[in-house]
Structure formats: structure tokens, C-alpha cells
């Protein structure tokens, strides 16, 4: 009974039986005895290539880019062991490029350095904080080229808004910048599907495969102004005023208090006198003295569009004024909270301060 035993299975491994070849461009680089075990080995081959995907569960497709077909054949040799099979798919065909982080380093000269752009280094690197990088912290410059390519494919859908166009009514009673809502559009809605496709696990491609529209754009009516305003004409032509730009919109810190804080307007600096001229046709609204502002007019110019000029030295006008574009409104100074002669600039729209350089344009 034990010799039967022993010819029964030499008999076995002597005639074909059914196993599983990893074909690889018509090349079979291995043959497993079961089914179970391929996908085991294909898995594993896998693994760390998925294990860089975020999102595991939108996997539409893995695919090789190598033409990889897996082959029932009736088999008399030996079969592989699924750690050899392993072994075989994991010799890289080249070996990751790796950089050791010195002292003095940084990313932008090792992207320089290689010739690679930040966005690369971005993608090699997901696991490491690239804004902070410290002596001794190891950077991949290029991933290992694996035996076999592998794409994987996930979807993704997002609801994203379709912008609404505008329908332009012209007014000569309002300024060239006024805008005047008299219709508001409505933004449209569509779910988009993406197909991110990952190289080994690595960003690849986005495209876009499908785009379902949920409500259509409605388009709104704007009213906008023919009237001309001052203008920027040259480095230290402002329109309103002439001079050197000293302070911009945003923030700074404050020449007097020395704290960081929001600057609502442009500061132009010039000599005690120079003239300060309206922006565009309008009608003064406020000409008086405030602590922080000193003397100060603000010109309303319709459509929701007032400008303000503050630090004065004299004031040229009074509240119900009507005036031209470039009319001399006053004349700069220093008055209220102020370093010295030059005027403090702002532009509202709609009651929100916004940046006049973009209004001198
Ligand atoms: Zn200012």
C-alpha cells in the first residue's frame, strides 16, 4: 500500500495536468498549479501599487499595459512555487533613484538639480511633508520601474457649477466700472465623471467620461456705465492724484501702530498741495473732518460705486456738489492719522472696499 502510493504520485508529476501560465507577450514566464495561487501572485504584485491610492473603493479597472494573458495548459514539468513566481514579476526592470537630504537643502535645488518639477517630486513622495525636509530624509527622485506596468482606474464623480453669462445693458448715467445687477444669473449644476488613472500607483492622467447637466444656467442682465474715469497712466500717474505708490490694498503693517492690519485703500505720496482730482462724474456726499481720515470727501458716482479721498489739506467741495471726472475736489495733506502729505485712496462698490488699482485700470 505505502509503494502504491509512492507510483501512484510519480505517475502524476510524469503525465500533463492542468495548470496556469503568466504569458507576457506570448512568453510564459511561469506556470502555477492552481487558480487560487495566480490570483495570490498577481494580488501581491499589486498590493503596494494600490496600497498609494487614497480611495481604494472607486477602483473601476487594474489593468497591465503589457499584453498579460493568464492560460489554462495541460503541464508535465514542475510547477512554480507562487514565492518564485512572486520573485520573478518584483525584478524591477530599473532600481528607484534615491536622495539623501543634506544640510542647506532645498526642494526647489533638488528639483532644479535633476530636472524634475515640483509636481513630480510631489507625486513620487505622497508620504513626506515636502515643506518640511530635514537632513538625512530620503527623497525619491524616480520610482523603480516595475517588470510590468499597471493602470489602475478609478472613478469619481463630482457636482460642479456651470457659470452663467451675463447680459450687457449699456447706461450713459453710470461710470465705465459701476456694475448694477438687474437681473442676478443663476448657476447651473452638472455631475461630472472623472477616470484618474494611476501608473503603479502613481497620478497618471484625469479625464473627464461623462458629464450629466442637473439644471441648466440661468443668465443675468448687467447694467454697465459708458462714462469715462481717470485712470494710471504712468508709474506715478494715478489719475486722482500724482505721486509715488507708498502703501497697496492689503495687508501691511500699520506705519503708525506697527500692528498687521488690512489696508482698504492706496496711499500716493506727494508734496503738501498737489491736487486731487474726482474719480468720475458723481455727486459729493460727505465733505468734513474725522480723526483717522482728517479732511475727506466722498464722490458717489451711481451704481452702487462711491470713492473716498482722505488726509486733505483743503477741501474744494461740499456735500450735494455735483461734479465732473477730474474735477479738483481738494488739495493733499497730512490731516487725521496720517505720516506725512499723501492721499488715502478708496474705492466701494456695493458697500464692500475693493482695490482702486483695479478701478485705474
Ligand atoms: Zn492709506
Not at 537643502?105 to 505622497?126: H, M, P, V
Not at 461710470?175 to 455631475?191: D, F, M, Q
Not at 447694467?223 to 509715488?244: H, L, Y
Not at 506697527?258 to 506727494?270: K, L, N, S, V
Amino acid at each position: 500500500m505505502f509503494s502504491g502510493f509512492i507510483s501512484g504520485e510519480f505517475s502524476i508529476s510524469s503525465a500533463p495536468i492542468p495548470g496556469y501560465a503568466f504569458v507576457v507577450n506570448d512568453e510564459t514566464w511561469f506556470v502555477l498549479e492552481d487558480a487560487r495561487e495566480m490570483k495570490y501572485v498577481i494580488d501581491q504584485y499589486q498590493k503596494p501599487m494600490l496600497a498609494r491610492l487614497n480611495n481604494l473603493s472607486d477602483i473601476t479597472s487594474i489593468e497591465f499595459v503589457e499584453d498579460v494573458e493568464v492560460i489554462e495548459v495541460m503541464h508535465s514539468g514542475i510547477f512554480a512555487k507562487s514565492t518564485e513566481a512572486l520573485e520573478k514579476l518584483q525584478e524591477n526592470k530599473d532600481e528607484a533613484q534615491l536622495y539623501t537630504v543634506v544640510p542647506g537643502d532645498n526642494l526647489w535645488d533638488i528639483a532644479q538639480r535633476y530636472s524634475l518639477s515640483f509636481k513630480d517630486l510631489a507625486t513620487f513622495n505622497g508620504d513626506i511633508d515636502l515643506d518640511r525636509i530635514w537632513p538625512g530624509d530620503i527623497i525619491t527622485l524616480q520610482p523603480s520601474k516595475p517588470s510590468l506596468d499597471v493602470i489602475i482606474t478609478t472613478t469619481q464623480v463630482m457636482e460642479e457649477a456651470i457659470p452663467f453669462t451675463n447680459d450687457i445693458v449699456k447706461d450713459d448715467t453710470l461710470v465705465s466700472t459701476a456694475r448694477v445687477v438687474i437681473k442676478p444669473g443663476v448657476e447651473g449644476t452638472k455631475n461630472v465623471t472623472y477616470a484618474i488613472k494611476t501608473l503603479n500607483g502613481f497620478p497618471h492622467v484625469v479625464e473627464v467620461v461623462n458629464e450629466e447637466i442637473l439644471s441648466e444656467p440661468v443668465s443675468g442682465i448687467l447694467k454697465v456705465g459708458t462714462q469715462t474715469t481717470m485712470k494710471r497712466t504712468s508709474s506715478t500717474n494715478f489719475g486722482v492724484a500724482q505721486g509715488r505708490l507708498t502703501s497697496g490694498y492689503g495687508y501691511r503693517l500699520h506705519p503708525i501702530t506697527g500692528r498687521r492690519e488690512f489696508h482698504y485703500g492706496i496711499d500716493i505720496a506727494a508734496p503738501q498741495g498737489s491736487p486731487i482730482k474726482s474719480y468720475a462724474k458723481g455727486t459729493v456726499i460727505e465733505a468734513k473732518f474725522s480723526s483717522g481720515y482728517g479732511y475727506y470727501v466722498v464722490v458717489n458716482h451711481g451704481g452702487g460705486l462711491t470713492t473716498l479721498y482722505a488726509h486733505l489739506s483743503k477741501i474744494n467741495v461740499s456735500v450735494g456738489t455735483r461734479v465732473d471726472v477730474g474735477h479738483v475736489l481738494g488739495l493733499m495733506g497730512s490731516t487725521g492719522i496720517s505720516t506725512g502729505s499723501h492721499l488715502h485712496f478708496e474705492v466701494r462698490s456695493n458697500g464692500n472696499r475693493v482695490n482702486p488699482l483695479n478701478y485705474l485700470n
